[in-house]
C-alpha cells in the first residue's frame, strides 16, 4: 500500500502443537507480527516479542477471527505470520489486508474478505491512508476494519479525541478507503483464480 510492504504466510489448518490450547469446537488463530530491522529510516534493532508488536499480533488476530469460519476447521491450528519490509504509515492496515490475501490463497474458508483502512485529520482536512510523514505530523487518525459485504465493522482504533461530526466524516472516509480496497482484493483473487483454472484446462 503505497511505500508500505508486507509479507505474510499462512499455515493451517494443521494439528495444534499445544494441545492444552486445543478447541473441539473451533480452530485456534494465532498471528505473529514484526517488522524487519531495515522497514525503517532508523534501522532499529528490534526485541522479537515487543509491546507494540504483541499488541499489534492480537488486533490483526482478532479482526482475522471475525471472518474466518473457525467451526469448520475444529481441532486445529491456523498461524499467520505478519512481516514488514517497509513502513511509510498504514502498517496495521496493510498487515490486514495482506493477511485477508494470504488466508484466500491458502484456502482458508472465510465468511467475508476483511480489508483495512486508516484516515486522519491534519490542518483541518479529512485524509485517507496516511503516509509517515503525515501520520508523524501528530494529528489523530482512525483506523478501520469491515467485513465489506456484511457491511460490518471488525475493528476501530483511534489514537487521539476527535468532536463526533469530525470523527463521522473521518470514519466514513476510512469506510470507503476499506471498500475501494477490497474491490481490488476481489478482482486480484479473480485473476488469480481464472489464471489457475486456465492452467487445469491447459
Known amino acids: 500500500m503505497g511505500n508500505t510492504r508486507v509479507i505474510v504466510a499462512v499455515y493451517g489448518p494443521r494439528e495444534v502443537q499445544n494441545k492444552s ?7 485456534l488463530v494465532r498471528c505473529e507480527y514484526s517488522m524487519a530491522n531495515f522497514s525503517t529510516g532508523d534501522r532499529t534493532r528490534r526485541q522479537k516479542g515487543d509491546r507494540r508488536s504483541t499488541e499489534i499480533s492480537l488486533v490483526i488476530r482478532q479482526t482475522m477471527e471475525a471472518s474466518i469460519l473457525t467451526h469448520l476447521m475444529p481441532r486445529s491450528q491456523i498461524d499467520i505470520f505478519v512481516q514488514v519490509l517497509q513502513a511509510d504509515g498504514g502498517t496495521r492496515s496493510a498487515c490486514i489486508n495482506a493477511a485477508t490475501l494470504a488466508l484466500a490463497d491458502a ?5 467475508d474478505i476483511v480489508t483495512s483502512c486508516t484516515a486522519g485529520y491534519l490542518c483541518s482536512t479529512p485524509l485517507l491512508d496516511l503516509n509517515y510523514v503525515e501520520d508523524s505530523a501528530g494529528g489523530p487518525d482512525v483506523t478501520v476494519g469491515i467485513l465489506s459485504k456484511m457491511d ?3 475493528l476501530l482504533q483511534m489514537d487521539a479525541k476527535l468532536p463526533m461530526d469530525i ?8 469506510i ?27
Open 167 to 174: 470523527f463521522e466524516n473521518v470514519m466514513q472516509l476510512a
Open 21 to 27: 490450547q486445543q478447541n473441539n469446537n473451533q480452530a
Open 152 to 154: 460490518k465493522v471488525t
Open 107 to 111: 484456502g482458508i474458508p472465510m465468511r
Open 176 to 202: 470507503e478507503g476499506c471498500k475501494a480496497i477490497a474491490n481490488y482484493i476481489r478482482e486480484v483473487l479473480l485473476e488469480n483464480t481464472k489464471q489457475l483454472e486456465s492452467r487445469r484446462g491447459g
